[in-house]
């Protein structure tokens, strides 16, 4: 990859810089003050995301906290990511992606036997993703809520018809978040195969943090 | 004051309280004079009118019928579910959303928990104004709001009654998750906006759930979050009764794909 590529506007110097693999996991604590921007390396590729206060986990992101705080559903430019207890976690200071999703939660192997049917039970499951870094950070299932989707589009019709739908995002598109507070970031590096959200083939994509 | 220096006077004037009749209380044993028609009176299980800004929490068995009702139109029941066998597993509400392809729970709607069941469907519903998206009212929206949102003030916060009625049942912060809304709802704009309906609506309006699993129950009767009034919040009844386990040809567990694959694994759990 082009070392130089996909850091223009970064604030600060780059403190860390890592690709995640394609369906994998990651966690990473973002110190407040810090922007962590998340890269769409080749593009349509979901990017399931969690937040919690390095300080005391049980404080973690709400998805309808933020929701209700700025009565939409999307997240855009502005937004401001908010606790289950009302406090901000992280800021988006620039995204280049018209919206991102909080309301499509994650995939899991439970999930995806009533989506697509029982055969894909075996399938590598974002939920799973998340399991995996939370149970080495002392945190489990409970931990886990209602995620955002970073690149992922999931429209409501006027008649309350939701899915997943083709992707917004492109290849190189990014989102930039700034820490309001310590937090601790875990991410799936969405694994999906049977909707659109990857376009039916998980990529890598590129996380770096300056400060 | 002085009359209550010793014992045996503060257990007469405490006992002397008992019997007391007031709005938000629980009736023990359970009596109801509007049961719905086959519903024995021995099949009760609970009667309670639960307080404006107050909560409840309660193990309902596979196969218990819960009726709300929205006594006097400005209820909003924040409600969250777990497995009682197993509270790690508990409602999620994108999957709920997401499994089901509809934003607007309703008459016919399954609550699905993070393990591919069903917690509980929503078998009758005259409402059909209820709220995934938005959740809980908190400490610090109440307080951005009303001046104050702690549990010992005038305007507790929907989170922190959950909180307690979880508590209650030895649950904690990590367990509180995301709610749904009943009789309060929203719809959502093409741009995503959030539009809230809030009432206040007419009186007697219900829901009845079926309770598919073993279910811990934790209701918060607060004003719900983007509710612009000063404090608005009216009671609401709780009445519960044992009732059929979900047949194989109900239509609410055939209805689509998804739900039905949805009770085969519910199914699954109690074989």
């Known amino acids: ?211 | 004051m002085s009359a209550l220096a010793d014992p045996g006077a503060a257990r007469a004037h405490a006992r002397a309280m008992g019997g007391t009749i007031v709005e938000a209380m629980p009736i023990l044993p359970p009596r109801a004079e509007d049961l719905p028609v086959g519903v024995k009176l021995d099949d009760l299980l609970w009667e309670e009118t639960i307080a404006a800004g107050g909560y409840a929490s309660r193990i309902l068995r596979r196969s218990n019928r819960l009726r709300l009702i929205d006594l006097r139109g400005d209820a909003c029941a924040s409600l969250l579910l777990f497995n009682a066998a197993m509270p790690t597993e508990r409602l999620n509400i994108a999957d709920t959303v997401k499994v089901q392809w509809d934003a607007y729970p309703a008459a016919g709607s399954l609550l699905l928990s993070d393990m591919g069941r069903v917690l509980a469907s929503i078998e009758q519903d005259d409402a059909a104004t209820h709220d995934a998206f938005c959740g809980a009212s908190n400490e610090v929206s109440n307080r951005a709001r009303y001046g104050d949102g702690s549990n010992s003030g005038a305007y507790p916060n929907a989170r922190d009654r959950l909180l307690l009625g979880a508590a209650k049942h030895g649950l904690g912060r990590r367990d509180v998750h995301p709610c749904i809304n009943l009789f309060k709802g929203v719809r959502i704009g093409a741009d995503g906006a959030v539009v809230p309906q809030l009432g206040p609506f007419a009186p007697g309006r219900s829901l009845v759930l079926r309770a598919e699993m073993d279910l811990i129950l934790v209701i918060a009767n607060c004003p719900h979050v983007l509710d612009p009034r000063p404090w608005s919040v009216t009671p609401l009844r709780a009445t519960a009764w044992r009732g059929p386990v979900t047949a194989e040809d109900d239509p609410v567990r055939t209805a689509t794909p998804e739900r039905l694959r949805a009770f085969l694994n519910t199914e699954d759990l109690y074989r």
């Not at chain 1, 979901?46 to 709400?62: G, H, K, P």
């Not at chain 1, 997240?75 to 901000?88: A, I, K, M, Q, Y």
């Not at chain 1, 992280?90 to 499509?104: E, F, P, R």
């Not at chain 1, 601790?184 to 694994?191: A, F, G, K």
Request: glycine share 8%; with cysteine; net charge negative.
């Open chain 1, 1 to 211: 990859m082009e070392q130089t590529a996909h850091l223009d506007g970064l604030p600060g110097r780059v403190i860390h810089d890592e690709v995640v693999p394609a369906r994998a996991p990651w966690l990473h604590r973002v110190k407040a003050g810090e922007t962590l921007r998340v890269v769409d390396l080749e593009g349509n590729q979901a990017v399931d995301f969690l937040l919690y206060a390095t300080a005391d986990d049980a404080e973690r992101f709400s998805a309808q906290d933020t929701i209700a705080a700025q009565a939409n559903i999307f997240l855009r430019t502005g937004s401001v990511l908010l606790s289950n207890e009302g406090r901000p976690m992280m800021t988006i200071v620039a995204t280049s992606v018209d919206y991102h999703d909080m309301i499509g939660g994650a995939c899991s192997c439970e999930s995806n036997s009533l989506r697509y049917g029982h055969h894909t039970k075996s399938q590598h499951a974002c939920v799973d993703n998340f399991l995996e870094a939370n149970l080495r950070d002392g945190r489990g299932k409970r931990d886990i809520v209602s995620n955002i989707n970073f690149f992922m589009n999931v429209p409501v019709e006027p008649d309350g018809t939701l899915g997943i739908v083709d992707g917004i995002s492109a290849p190189g598109l990014t989102v930039d978040l700034r820490a309001e507070m310590d937090v601790t970031v875990v991410v799936s590096n969405c694994p999906q195969i049977n909707n659109p959200c990857n376009g039916f083939n998980p990529t890598p994509v590129r996380m770096i943090v300056a400060a």
